[in-house]
C-alpha cells in the first residue's frame, strides 16, 4: 500500500511540475553527487542554461540543460574556487572566486575566466547579487570568528558598505532595486537596507530572524518575496516583502546552499543541495527577478 501511496505522489507532482503549479516538495532535477559538496551559486543565463561551481570537482563551473544532463563548462584559473554566480545584462557571467579574494567575470561567448575585481583583505567573496542598474554585491563572511562584510564591486575594485556585522552570506536585490537583502548565517538574521544614490545603502532595519537551523543563498521573485536556503533544515522559505512566511518548500537533502529561477516562465527554482551534490527543482508561484 506505501509502495502505492508513494508512487501515486510522484506522479502527482510530475503533473503539477509539467503544469507549472506551485509545488511545497522538490524532485530531483540532477542526479546525486555529480556535483562535489561545494555545489553553490545556481545562475540561469537569457538561453535558459543553468550553472553551479564545482562539477565533479572543485574550481570548475559546470552547466546542466533543460533535461537536467550536466557537464564541465569551464575550469577556473589555477587556484580558484568559485561559490555565487550571477548574470548581467550582457551576459557576463560573474563568479565569487573566495579561494584567491577575487570576482572573476566569464564574457558572453567566452569560456576563460579572468579577474574582474581583486581585494587582499578580504575574507572570501562568497554570494553575489546584481541590481536592476547593474550594481554588484558580494557578501564576505569570516565563519571563523562569526563575523562578515558587505562590499560593492565594479572593475576599480571593492568598495566597503558595512563591516564587523555576523557572518553574512546570501545577498539579494529586491525587484524594484529599492532595497537590499543580506543574511547571516550564524546569527539566523535578515537584514534590509534601501539602496540610495551609486548602490550605497542606508536605513539598515532586521526584516527576519529565525529561532534555528542556519541560512544560505536567497534570491527574489518579480513580486518582491524572499526565498531563503534554510542550511541543515532541509527547506526552502518563502518571505513576503513584510516578513512573513508565506510558503515553506521541504527537499530531499537537508543543506540546501542557493537557489536560482529559470524554465520557460521563470517560476522554475532550482536548489543547490550540497548534502546530495545535485540540484532538486520545485514550482514557484511567481516568476523570479532574474532568470
Known sequence: MMKVQKSLFGL????GLMSCQPTDVSTDFTKEMLFTGGIEGPAVDAEGNLFAVNFEKEGTIGVVDAEGNASLFTKLPKGSVGNGIRFDKSGTMYIADYVNHNVLM??????????????????QPNDL???????????????????????KVDETGFELLEGEMGTTNGIEVSPDGKHLYVNESIQRKIWRYDIGAEGMIRNKALFYEFSDHGMDGMRCDNQGNLY?????????????????????????GKKPSNIAFGGKD???????????GCFETFIADHPGREY
Open 129 to 151: 547579487a546584481i541590481a536592476p542598474d547593474g550594481t554588484l554585491y558580494a557578501s564576505d563572511p569570516n565563519w571563523k570568528e562569526g563575523s562578515g562584510n558587505i562590499w
Open 12 to 15: 502527482f507532482f510530475l503533473v
Open 106 to 123: 566569464i564574457e558572453k561567448g567566452s569560456k576563460k575566466a579572468v579577474v574582474y575585481a581583486h581585494h587582499p583583505d578580504l575574507n
Open 266 to 276: 521563470g517560476k522554475q527554482c532550482f536548489v543547490t543541495l550540497q548534502d546530495r
Open 228 to 252: 531563503v536556503c534554510r542550511y541543515d533544515a532541509g527547506k526552502v522559505v518563502v518571505l513576503s516583502p513584510e516578513g512573513i512566511i508565506i510558503r515553506e518548500v521541504t527537499l530531499k
